[in-house]
């Protein structure tokens, strides 16, 4: 499995990383991604009782937008920036911190799915 270095294929490999195990039965939410930058774009992840998509652009209404930079967003997946600290000093917004955490916990994180 090849290891995606550009935010773009990082967002689409989440699609691989998901844990739906993790998820509550009947969870549903949307989550729109802006990243900024060469290689980035605009994303929606849908979850829907244990299934995701995935699409490029804005889809449906979010339950929460998350906003960085490419640079940003590389880093925080591949665990070279602390995720809580590049909020703190607000590399990365978040509409809605709950539905974030959520989220978060749903995934394989690069540096460990990607061995």
Do not use: C, H
């Given at each position: 499995m090849e290891?995606?270095?550009?935010?773009r294929d990082i967002?689409?490999?989440?699609?691989?990383?998901?844990?739906?195990?993790?998820?509550?039965?009947?969870?549903?939410a949307v989550f729109h991604l802006d990243i900024s930058g060469d290689?980035?774009?605009?994303?929606?992840?849908s979850i829907n009782d244990g299934t995701i998509t995935v699409e490029e652009g804005h889809s449906s209404e979010a339950t929460c937008t998350?906003?960085?930079?490419?640079?940003?967003?590389?880093?925080?997946?591949?665990?070279?920036?602390?995720?809580?600290?590049?909020?703190?000093?607000?590399k990365v917004k978040v509409s809605d911190i709950g539905a974030m955490l959520d989220f978060a916990g749903l995934f394989h994180r690069c540096e460990d799915f990607y061995k």
């Open positions: 290891k995606p270095s550009a935010a967002i689409l490999s989440l699609k691989e990383r998901f844990r739906p195990e993790k998820a509550d039965p009947g969870y549903e290689r980035g774009g605009q994303y929606t992840v998350i906003s960085a930079s490419d640079d940003t967003y590389e880093d925080v997946e591949w665990g070279r920036t602390n995720p809580q600290m590049a909020f703190l000093f607000g």
